[in-house]
């Protein structure tokens, strides 16, 4: 009875703590003109890119710094050319991909130096601090490694087969997904996550389902992603030490993993059981809290998905506030050399998991899947 009673008050002193002061600030983002905004991708200057509409209802790459949200523009620079910026590097250097609705073209884009430079057909999705960057070539179906103005790398597949880098860091080191040469008993392709390294790839197999995708990976070459699970869910992963760890979702639905940091930090998005809403998380720890939970009372925003996350703890990806979708960057509270200590973090993670999912249940009406919103893209 003791050992209850002292649980329950320092859940107390805990949700104390978090409605008292919360761990994040957030900026909304805004947006270039129009309705809505998405962010993917975050540098360690705090930089974050993504997509952003703009009066006319089209969508542009953006890069947002120093307060303001810059157009990246579209290369031809016409009505229905649309551009979505992926990731960013700590030189400011930026890719993603461009659409052209009049060609019906689509093809990948390095930004740098103030200008955006067609690649080649494909789809680019990944940068690192040496200019390097990964994607899909729509023309070999194979994930490549290129910088601008030098040979492409062609990273091959698990047997030959199609593949696409989704991330690389800068020891050259690639994640992404390969289709496997057999096929699942219904028929359709079976895609494992991979680490490229040094001309191999390597399967990192599943969590006992049928596919897996590696979305990001660190310094220290540990990946996150997501992946099917022997029961027919979907987890987030964590791949460490040749281990694939499941890491679970919130209250039991699944997840997704879509950025880690050096600290081993990992972001992503989860859905509770029952809810067709998706809730943006942070995986610290070994603990997976809504971080919804750890916003001010009053913020208006509910988190739908984390994509990116830097080595000082600033998370981007977006979410919905008065009724529309934008992006988001939320930066801890604590200042630099004013670190909470290990109790403190604790409790404050038990008392946001505990706000979270009474945040959560108040938002049982709510629906939004944006994961599918520019249908262009792959």
Not at 283 to 302: A, C, E
Not at 333 to 346: F, I, R
């Amino acid at each position: 009875m003791k050992r209850i009673g002292l649980f329950a008050l320092l859940l107390a002193v805990a949700l104390q703590r978090v409605a008292l002061s919360a761990p994040y600030s957030i900026a909304d983002l805004g947006t270039l003109g129009g309705a809505q905004s998405e962010a993917f991708g975050i540098n360690s200057l705090g930089q974050v890119v993504g997509w952003a509409d703009i009066p006319n209802g089209d969508g542009h790459a953006f890069l947002y710094s120093n307060g303001a949200m810059i157009d990246l523009g579209a290369l031809f620079g016409v009505a229905g050319t649309y551009s979505i910026a992926r990731s960013i590097n700590d030189a400011g250097q930026v890719v993603g991909i461009f659409n052209n609705m009049w060609t019906a073209g689509i093809a990948d884009f390095l930004y740098s130096g103030g200008s955006m430079f067609n690649y080649g057909p494909g789809y680019a999705y990944g940068i690192n601090n040496s200019g390097q960057f990964t994607g899909v070539s729509t023309v070999a179906g194979h994930g490549f490694i290129a910088s601008y103005g030098t040979y492409s790398i062609d990273l091959g597949g698990l047997g030959d087969s199609g593949s696409v880098g989704y991330a690389i860091n800068d020891a050259g080191q690639v994640t992404g997904a390969s289709y496997l040469l057999n096929y699942s008993p219904s028929g359709t392709p079976i895609t494992h996550a991979f680490l490229y390294t040094s001309g191999v790839m390597k399967d990192l197999g599943t969590l006992g389902g049928q596919d897996s995708t590696g979305y990001a990976i660190n310094a220290s070459g540990q990946i996150v992603g997501s992946s099917s699970t022997s029961t027919g869910g979907l987890d987030a992963f964590l791949y460490s030490g040749g281990v694939m760890t499941d890491l679970g979702a919130l209250g039991g639905g699944y997840s997704e993993a879509y950025g880690i940091n050096d600290s081993g930090q990992i972001v992503g998005y989860s859905l509770y059981p029952g809810q067709s809403q998706h809730a943006a998380f942070l995986y610290s720890g070994g603990v997976m809290v809504d971080l919804n939970g750890l916003l001010p009372d009053g913020s208006g925003w509910n988190l739908l998905s984390a994509q990116g996350i830097n080595d000082s703890g600033q998370i981007t990806g977006y979410g919905k506030v008065n009724g529309q979708i934008h992006a988001f960057l939320l930066t801890p509270v604590e200042t630099s050399g004013s670190v909470p200590e290990p109790s403190t973090v604790g409790l404050l993670s038990i008392g946001a998991a505990a706000l979270a999912v009474t945040r959560r249940r108040n938002r049982a009406n709510q629906s939004a899947d944006l994961l599918d919103d520019l249908t262009w893209m792959a």
